[in-house]
């Protein structure tokens, strides 16, 4: 089925981050650059991950558990 304002939907992230994405379900991902760059249980977690690990301030993005799907 094709809802009618799909088409006019942008693409937030690359087909290589989808499916990264895919790889942790469940799980708080902090994004840089169009890249994955800290994974976590928590944003706060995720968070501190990705300062560590020496970068600026992430996109943070919270993967569904497979077979379930999040809408705002």
Do not use: C
């Not at 690359?14 to 994405?21: D, I, P, R, Y």
């Not at 760059?37 to 501190?48: F, I, K």
Request: no cysteine.
């Amino acid at each position: 089925m094709t809802l009618p304002a799909q088409d006019s939907i942008e693409r937030v992230f690359s087909e290589k981050v989808e499916h990264q994405l895919l790889e942790h379900p469940g799980k708080w991902v902090g994004l840089y650059n169009d890249e994955i760059v800290a994974v976590g249980n928590s944003p706060a977690e995720t968070l501190s991950l990705a300062r560590k690990a020496g970068y600026p301030p992430v996109l943070l993005h919270h993967v569904p558990e497979q077979g379930k799907a999040y809408f705002f």
